[in-house]
């Protein structure tokens, strides 16, 4: 309702100066000045706020000096370092040239060339065969699709070819030079197609490698494992932390390993685990656990769902000594709503709810 | 009465739009906006005080009549071929006047093909290989392209271009321990018959979802342009498989990127039992060259030097001018789709035995040679005991050789062992060892 009173606003200043509006947009002020209801409901709904808090990592001094980067300016900066040492890496997908619609790429054609940056027709599954074919030819080759929902038109050249590539030919070939980024997850009104997190189809597909940051020094680090890995990689970017979440992070090249999950704080009681956005609300939820019913949490990052650090999470045969269920909270079995999004995510309530309920069970 | 006011009343409404349109138009030129080009593309400033059309999107003229463009599948794109049905030079100057002895090894390639192809076939009804797939009728395909190639050229194929292999000199020990997935196998016995691969050959290995090469070709031809080699890419596909997303992706990607490729389309007639009158209704694949914006020819794919003639041209200019281009070789699927295909169930035997005996590659350019005393009756004859007794050979070696160790199971799946893999392996050693009498363990190496 607020964005519809949003849309009155800006029709009824328009009158003048857009063509061909004229007639409509005076309709629709007096619409708005016969009913004084509406700018009362403007100031009572405002869109939702964030469902998390980002908690930014402390700052390190390990791989030399650092600077002031969100998420997306940290993938530039990985990327700006690959261009830089790699003379074969190209980076190609809609709209990268001119920076992005995420501003993942900006100024990075300008300082390579666009025969390094460069945008491909609109077309998913050309993205991936094409980037599969510069990467089996000894580029290295990093390929955006520009949310993870419109990845299923590649899902055959992923998962038939990329995935299969080194193991049907003997190891003769192979497409390790391959990375595909992918804006991932809910943003609070992306609705169906600029929200999913599609990993687990991937999930259960060898020869592929699928990695999901939580922040900016992560995603620097990760992304550039990624890059070097001599396996096709799926790098998802937690969308609502572009610009969300902001940190030190070091300007020169480092990596973070891949598979291998990381505890970010130890606990007695409960064991909480997940990737990306989410971690932050859990962590919030490690709090509210300790805070109000005496619970001690383990939080713990994923980082790479495939191949994932079972040694870390589960801790040889762990499921013989649980004193209660495992518990799953995610979204509903629908698809990502709009409207709904505040009822639909797994957030910080749920959370602590599911840990109430399994302290008691 | 009332409809009178009625449309009185529409009328007035109708005057007053054509009035609030007039008030716009005199708006317009205030609130226009200048264009800024960004792209590195340069367009030409619009004007519209020009008449001919400013959009960015088409560079034509205006026409004033409403016609329908005729897509032309009556009188389509001809077929550019160099010999006759019997193998005579029809024009002097097209003869790409090879040696005596290239034009041997192409006759010779494709025989020894053929009759591997009869062999292995063979094999697979008796039981000692799985599955195959011959290339009956297309040889020319295979050899007219291949041999107008640099070896370092990449190539990726579809499933049916054994022939360009073995004009690389594949050897014929190679091919059958693929197909019957021996220790030998540079494959490690992971594909089934016919997906070869050849990293020495320059020829990515062969998967079995159709047309997803398309869009690897082009990116292939892209890194290659990058590192300025001298270094050209072709694909290979069926008309069927064009039919893929995945082709259309490549053709776009191919223009667009201005990548150095041939797209070399073998156009034999049928994707398994569908006619092309069921796979397309256009004028084939070399009719949808010129929507991506790319150079196109059709040719008598059963005639190898046409088919020479064009790859080689196609070749030269791909890699000087950095475009792609498209080849569509019209030939005929003479045998079977594959070893689980009848076709006798889709297509008359006449229709076979036409093309088996009036227009095949193989005694076209045989017609060619003996025009010439280049080959005779009695090379005919040695030389067909030859290549069976050397095809026999290569296959009862592969036969008798063990299959490769089951722990190549577990490896390349990533370029490094996994720890969950590796349990896995442990896992199927231990229960191979205590279960072994119900599995085979004595036809695989130790």
Known sequence: ?361 | MAAVSGVSRMSGLCFHAARQTAALKALRPMTRRSFRVTAAHQQQPFDSSLEKPQFPGASAEFVDHLEFIQPNVISGIPVYRVMDRQGNIINASEDPQLSKETVLNFYQKMTLLNTMDRILYESQRQGRISFYMTNYGEEGTHIGSAAALESNDLVFGQYREAGVLMYRGFPLDLFMAQCYANADDLGKGRQMPVHYGSKDLNFVTISSPLATQIPQAVGAAYALKRENMNRAVICYFGEGAASEGDAHAGFNFSATLECPLIFFCRNNGYAISTPTNEQYRGDGIAARGPGYGMLSIRVDGNDVFAVYNATKEARRRAVAENQPFLIEAMTYRIGHHSTSDDSSAYRSVDEVNYWDKQDHPISRLRHYMTARDWWSEDDERSWRKQSRKTVMEAFERAERRLKPNPELLFTDVYEEMTPSLDKQRESMFRHIQQYKEHYPVDLYEK
């Open chain 1, 1 to 361: 309702m607020a964005a519809a009173a949003r849309v009155f606003i800006r029709g009824a200043h328009a009158t003048l100066s857009v063509p061909g509006a004229g007639k409509q947009s005076s309709a629709r002020s007096a619409l708005l000045k016969l009913s004084p209801g509406c700018s009362s409901r403007l100031k009572t709904q405002q869109r939702h706020a964030a469902h998390f808090t980002f908690q930014p990592e402390p700052v390190t001094t390990q791989y030399g000096p650092t600077q002031k980067m969100n998420l997306f300016q940290s993938i530039t900066s990985a990327l700006d370092n690959t261009l830089a040492s790699d003379p074969t890496a190209v980076i190609f997908g809609e709209d990268v040239a001119f920076g992005g619609v995420f501003r993942c790429t900006v100024g990075l054609r300008d300082k390579y060339g666009k025969d390094r940056v460069f945008n491909t027709p609109l077309c998913e599954q050309g993205i991936v065969g094409f980037g599969i074919g510069a990467a089996v030819a000894g580029a290295t080759a990093i390929a955006e699709i520009q949310f993870a929902d419109y990845i299923f038109p590649a899902f055959d050249q992923i998962v038939n070819e990329a995935a299969k590539y080194r193991y049907r030919s003997g190891n003769l070939f192979d497409c390790g030079n391959l990375t595909i980024r992918a804006p991932w997850g809910c943003v609070g009104h992306g609705s169906l197609y600029h929200s999913q997190s599609p990993e687990a189809f991937f999930a259960h597909c060898p020869g592929i490698k699928i990695v999901i940051p939580r922040g900016p020094l992560e995603a620097k680090g990760l992304l550039l494992s990624c890059i070097a890995d001599n396996n096709p990689c799926l790098f998802f970017e937690p969308k609502i932390l572009y610009r969300a979440a902001v940190e030190q992070v070091p300007v020169d090249s480092y990596t973070i390993p891949l598979s291998q999950a990381e505890v970010l704080q130890e606990g007695s009681d409960v064991t909480l685990v997940a990737w990306g956005t989410q971690i932050h609300v859990l962590k919030e939820v490690a709090n509210m656990a300790q805070e109000k019913l005496g619970v001690s949490c383990e939080v713990i990052d994923l980082r790479t769902i495939l191949p994932w650090d079972t040694e870390t999470i589960c801790k040889e045969e762990c499921f013989l000594n649980l004193e209660a269920p495992i518990a799953r909270v995610c979204g509903y079995d629908t698809p990502f709503p709009h409207i709904f999004e505040p009822f639909y995510i797994p957030d910080k309530w749920k959370c602590f709810e599911a840990i109430k309920r399994m302290i008691n069970y």
